[in-house]
Every structure is written in C-alpha cells, then in structure tokens.
C-alpha cells in the first residue's frame, strides 16, 4: 500500500514515468483517462452498464473473480474498508472477510 490506498494498476501514472494513451488494458484506459489514478472502476457512475467491465468480469481465471469480488466489495463496503483489509494481505489477492 502507498499513502493509505493500492498502487495497483495506477503505478507510475501520476508521476509521469508510465504513460495511459500507451496501456493495453482497456479498463486502465478507460478509469485512468475518465476518472484519474485515485478512482477505481468501483467509482464509476457507468459501473453497472459498463461494457469494458462486463467483458472482463466474463474472463475465466482467479484473478479476474478476485477482481470482481474487490470492486463490489468496494462499492458496498468502500474503499477505506477495502483497503483496511487489504493491507494485511501477503500476496496480490487475499479474503475480503474480516
């Protein structure tokens, strides 16, 4: 954790040593571009019709079911209550459970 919320995806965009119009993902692209590096996709008033997100929540693999229960946990719960759980975390991913 950096200044009390997740570097994740946002590293190095507001400094300037990373640049967004050069990014493959399309959700970067999209939250970073629309919303800033402080915001998530959790943030976003088109969550619940997002095309991008839909199609990323539609992908097989663990770390895109983890992604998905993040921001909705986020989107019920917050991000100071994700990030209060997510600073115990050892690895990339961990329990939303307290």
Same mark, same amino acid.
């Given at each position: 954790?950096?200044?009390?919320?997740?570097?994740?995806?946002?590293? $190095?965009? @507001?400094?300037? @040593? *990373?640049?967004?119009?050069?990014?493959?993902?399309?959700?970067?692209?999209?939250?970073?571009?629309?919303? $800033?590096?402080?915001?998530?996709?959790?943030?976003?008033?088109?969550?619940? *019709?997002? =095309?991008? %997100?839909?199609?990323?929540?539609?992908? &097989? $693999?663990?770390?895109?079911?983890?992604?998905? @229960?993040?921001? @909705?946990?986020?989107? &019920? =719960?917050? =991000?100071?209550?994700? %990030?209060?759980?997510?600073?115990?975390?050892? $690895?990339?991913?961990?329990?939303?459970?307290?």
């Amino acid at each position: 954790m950096t200044e009390g919320r997740c570097p994740g995806c946002t590293a $190095g965009y @507001e400094t300037g @040593e *990373r640049d967004v119009a050069k990014a493959r993902c399309k959700i970067k692209i999209c939250c970073i571009g629309k919303m $800033g590096s402080s915001c998530t996709c959790a943030d976003c008033p088109d969550f619940p *019709r997002c =095309n991008i %997100l839909q199609g990323f929540y539609g992908k &097989t $693999g663990y770390k895109y079911k983890k992604y998905r @229960e993040s921001l @909705e946990f986020i989107r &019920t =719960n917050g =991000n100071a209550a994700f %990030l209060t759980i997510a600073k115990r975390w050892k $690895g990339p991913y961990g329990s939303l459970m307290d």
